[in-house]
């Protein structure tokens, strides 16, 4: 029958290729919005650009910004971009002199755009920095001046599966040590449960995750294969080799290793403060426990997070509506709803502890927060991303079996320190 | 248009003297309508290149790239790339990814064409259906390639474990990291080599086949005496093609390991792009360096296709 109506063949083809294409895309008519080029300097119209692409414009966090620019006498035009893709956007803005008037920036690019001339340090522009914990402000200093204030901070803890660990008989408060840490672990196992999720991925994001194991140990981001810093590499290749936490961690990223978590499985998960309102979601009773250091106490973990920044104009008259609009961004009341927004912690005393009087649950962040060092802080600025790409290769080595730890480190501290010479 | 033709044959039948300035406006006219074509080559090929290659060339640092002042380094970002330790490695991953791509992409695609060609019942339904990889954007079949070659909680290893088998670490392990990859992009490149040696084998007259039917001939000896030579310059571009695109396959590696575990399935496509958007501190002069390394082997093997294409019609 079909062979002999090849109209019918033809029809039928077509038709199932139109029906599988309307399965796989969802026969969506969508488009993105589109969003218009850069700023225009003409008129009251002032650009701002953030990482912050989830947030439309009926979000908190957009209002916010339209109401820093009714305040200021302008109008704002905002742009929400990937953080990844931010960078180069900010980069090749700046090449063609076409900066928008505040950036707002993940805290370790500031480094790298300050040291290309790109933003405005804040005593050209102003800002009132004093407020600001030094923990965080140091993560955007470089040569004794900053670049910028951060708009909030985040930073890294263990999650914990409360039922888990009942059934288990861990009293979590227990865990202040890499030795009770790894015990717990062992005996979750033994209970038929998986021990702990974490990202270490090839990229930075996977070097954020390693850090707090690596201060915690006492290593500095200087000497990367010191003997504290293979003590770090040891407790995680020894967690992935004893089945304390899945081989997929190699490929994690932090959204896939919370996936994990968030199965129910687990019983703790290294993650980030802005994982609170999904943990809420899991279902499952959990808790936070700060990251231990090996011998005991709160590991040092880096702060996450972004910085506003005024990059450089040609047209220095702007400077001061910018102004106006970073201390409308960056005060206190509308610090708290911009960290509350992004479920963030604030980068000053006085709103952190508005914070935890609104929610008590917020208490092991602050903490945390307050323990935490920016990753191009010790004055590394912009030797950091160099020193970050070596390590997750290592630690990328090591847990996939294709070098020991020590000589992995070994081979990322020759790497490091001939591309920071 | 006709009418055209009919006005100016009488006019230049009598009037000769008039010939060569019209011919100059003519010349003119050809050139404004090249003019299009130019404008897009030059726009979208010969500059991009040209930036390319001036990257290449030039030290830059994010400052001076922000500045536009960058000095001129010759061949040293080239230098730099060929003695780094990842030089190696990244170029054998490079040729055995396309070459071991392409090889099994086209044998496959080849099978399946002409198994499509004997037009049985819904043979055309099933063709269509084979495209499937093809119409996938590469998000999508990369992410679920992924998904299933999870160590943990992959169907693959499910699977694999349903018959006793250890789970493999297929994405997180340095042995198995480049094969993964390399499946997922057989899956991916067979649609292509499948509809265009489809087309091909639509060529071949089946009086040919006939002929060969009452000489006695086999089905092997039929595939391998006449339908194989028959599509030979089919299955040259086909294969030109699948390099050019399986050279730089780039999204397919980094949605599904990221070039790692520490590199063991980093081509020249993904260390290029490490180098310029990866890390963050971008390193322009390198990226854009592994990237041109990239268009002499893409060139290479067009070169090598012409002359075999020569060859052929000769």
Redesign the interface.
């Known amino acids: 029958m079909c062979k002999g109506n090849p109209n019918m063949t033809t029809f039928r083809a077509a038709a199932a290729l139109a029906l599988t294409a309307c399965l796989l895309t969802g026969c969506s008519t969508g488009t993105g919005a589109g969003t218009g080029d850069g700023a225009d300097a003409a008129g009251g119209e002032y650009t701002i650009w953030d990482p912050y692409p989830q947030f439309d414009g009926s979000s908190d966090w957009v209002k916010l910004l339209t109401e820093c620019g009714t305040g200021a006498g302008v109008t704002v035009k905002r742009t929400g971009y990937d953080t990844t893709d931010l960078t180069n956007k900010a980069l090749l803005a700046a090449q063609q002199d076409n900066s928008p008037d505040v950036l707002i920036v993940d805290n370790p690019v500031v480094s790298t755009l300050a040291d290309a001339g790109v933003l405005t340090s804040t005593d050209e522009m102003k800002i009132d920095t004093a407020a600001v914990s030094p923990n965080l402000l140091a993560a955007g200093q470089i040569g004794g001046k900053a670049y910028g204030i951060p708009i909030g901070a985040n930073t890294l803890a263990l999650y914990y599966n409360k039922k888990i660990l009942d059934d288990a008989k861990i009293d979590p408060a227990t865990i202040k040590d890499w030795a009770s840490l790894t015990a717990a672990l062992q005996t979750v196992k033994q209970k038929g449960k998986k021990g702990i999720t974490f990202s270490a991925i090839g990229t930075e994001e996977g070097s954020f995750q390693f850090l707090p194991w690596f201060w915690g140990s006492g290593a500095n981001l200087t000497q990367l294969d010191s003997a504290q810093g293979v003590a770090a590499l040891d407790l995680w290749t020894g967690w992935l080799k004893d089945g304390l936490a899945p081989n997929s961690v190699l490929n994690n990223t932090q959204t896939t290793s919370w996936q994990e978590f968030a199965a129910g499985d687990f019983a703790f998960s290294e993650n980030g403060t802005w994982q609170l309102a999904n943990a809420k979601k899991t279902g499952f009773e959990y808790g936070i426990i700060p990251i231990p250091s090996q011998s005991g106490g709160t590991a040092p973990a880096p702060t996450g997070g972004e910085f506003v920044t005024a990059p450089v104009q040609s047209d220095t008259a702007r400077y001061a509506v910018t102004e106006k609009l970073i201390a409308c961004l960056t005060n206190a009341d509308n610090a708290l709803t911009t960290d509350t927004t992004l479920s963030y912690i604030a980068a000053t005393d006085a709103v952190q502890q508005k914070q935890v009087a609104e929610n008590k649950e917020l208490t092991v962040w602050v903490e945390a927060v307050k323990a935490a060092k920016g990753r191009t802080s010790d004055d590394l600025g912009t030797k950091y991303p160099k020193i970050s790409q070596p390590l997750w290769t290592a630690f990328q080595a090591a847990l996939s079996g294709s070098a020991t730890p020590a000589d992995a480190l070994k081979t990322a501290q020759t790497t490091a320190a001939s591309a920071t010479k | 248009m006709a009418q055209d033709v009919l006005t100016r044959v009488p006019a230049s039948a009598s009037a000769g003297a008039g010939a060569p300035r019209r011919r100059s406006r003519g010349h003119w006219t050809a050139w404004a309508f090249c003019a299009p074509i130019v404008i897009y080559l030059i726009a979208f090929y010969a500059y991009p290149l040209y930036r390319n290659l001036d990257l290449s060339l030039r030290d830059y ?3 001076s ?4 002042d960058a000095p001129f380094s010759g061949l040293d970002n080239y230098r730099e790339v060929f003695a780094d330790p990842a030089f190696g490695p990244a170029f054998l991953h490079t040729v055995v990814f396309t070459f071991v791509s392409i090889a099994f992409q086209f044998a496959i695609g080849l099978a399946l064409a002409v198994f499509f060609a004997q ?4 043979s ?2 099933l ?3 084979f ?2 990889p093809w ?3 590469l998000i ?1 079949s990369a992410s679920t390639w ?1 998904w299933m070659l ?4 992959g169907i693959v290893n499910a699977f694999l474990g349903f018959f006793g088998v250890e789970p493999v ?1 297929w ?4 042995d198995w990291a480049l094969t993964s990859v390399i499946i997922a992009n057989v899956w991916i490149g067979i649609p292509f080599n499948l509809v265009v040696l489809y087309s091909g084998l639509q060529a071949i007259p089946a009086e040919v086949y006939e002929a060969a039917a009452l000489d006695g001939a086999t089905g092997w000896q039929r595939f391998w005496r006449i339908t194989f030579p028959l599509l030979r310059p089919v299955s040259a571009i086909t294969l030109l093609l699948g390099l050019v695109y399986t050279l730089k396959v780039f999204d397919l590696i980094w949605i599904m ?8 399935s980093t081509t020249f496509a993904t260390w290029s792009y490490r180098f310029s ?6 390193e322009f002069g390198p990226g854009a360096a592994v990237g041109n390394l990239l268009i002499i082997m893409a060139l290479f093997f067009g070169l090598l296709y012409i002359r075999f294409q020569r060859r052929l019609n000769q």
């Open positions: 640092t994010v400052r790239f922000v500045r536009g037009s049985f019942r819904l055309a339904t063709r269509a259906l495209l499937v119409l996938l954007p999508v992924a999870n160590s943990d909680s670490n994405l997180t392990s340095p390991t990221k070039g790692g575990p520490a590199d063991a958007f990866g890390s963050l501190l971008p």
